[in-house]
């Protein structure tokens, strides 16, 4: 290869790298595993016969899926091990005004769904990635995963059910979602109980992740009055030390706490005709290193 070749294909996998990150961090979750993935794609991108790929695009995100997939595979057992509840890393925007990057800050990277996509097989992942995020065809998404068409419509319809149950019924727009959030934030931050319940659903869930570093919850809670109790019972605790601030997270309006200055969670909300019906909260230090140093 020469050095003009080999600059030209650097360019062309730069290009497309911000779609390779995409596509590993929506099936693994977390921010090192992707560019784990992106970085092993990349060493066999320079160790193939580039004259004889036709799409660089397809070659790329064909070997990053099947990666990514092995990945996953591979990491069932640390999954099955991991101490309570497994919520992927959030990708932080302090700046809600920073232009949003397609490749990590659409809607359908929000915790909410990464949450839905961890309990799909592996190959139940890709194909509904493949076909509803990323558009792919059903006869390049059988290339990818090595199956015929009929079993990738199987895959990707059994996903599909799977994440519809989970989806708002009533979903809202995001400056709506904001508000609400907004609202809950100041509650939370004055520790008014009440106050939190009315922006609360009474069947509200919340669940976290200490990932066994930090307390945390090993069942899911429901309930605002359960809920807005959690809240006051931080501020009773921490009397003057808490403080809230409002991010993107994975997308989406968010809030990040801290105690004493320092990062203690990152919290995703879903919000259905005007209610918070779920909250999801990131506490494990690991998960939070990168939003401390942003901060």
Known sequence: MTILESSVNDT???????????????????????????????????????????????WLVTTTTRLAIDRL???QSEREAYIGWWLPEPLVELDEHTPERAAELASDVSVAMLWVLERLAPEERAA????????????????????????CRQLVHRAQERVRQEQPRFAVSRDVHREVLTGFMQAAATGDRAAM???????????????????????????????????????????????????????EPGLL??????????????VDAGKIVAVYVVRNPDKLAGIAALA
């Not at 794609?41 to 004889?52: C, E, F, M, P, V």
């Not at 792919?136 to 990818?144: G, M, S």
């Open 257 to 270: 706490r801290y105690v004493d200055g320092v990062i203690e969670s990152a919290q995703s909300f879903i």
């Open 73 to 75: 595979r591979s990491r």
């Open 12 to 58: 062309t996998f730069a290009a497309l790298r911000p779609r390779l990150f995409a596509v590993a961090y929506r099936m693994l979750g977390t921010r090192a595993d992707a560019e784990d993935i992106v970085q092993d794609a990349w060493l066999r991108w320079h160790g193939s016969d580039q004259a004889a790929v036709q799409s660089a695009e397809a």
């Open 128 to 151: 509904f990635l493949m076909r509803q995020v990323f558009e792919q065809d059903y006869a390049d998404l059988a290339a990818t995963l090595g199956k015929s068409e009929a079993a």
């Open 197 to 251: 319940k009315t922006f609360l659903a009474s069947d509200v869930q919340f669940v976290s992740d200490g990932g066994g570093k930090v307390p945390s919850f090993g069942r899911i809670l429901r309930g605002a009055g359960r809920i807005a109790g959690l809240y006051w019972w931080v501020q009773d605790q921490y009397p003057g030390a808490v403080t809230y601030r409002m991010a993107r997270i994975n997308g």
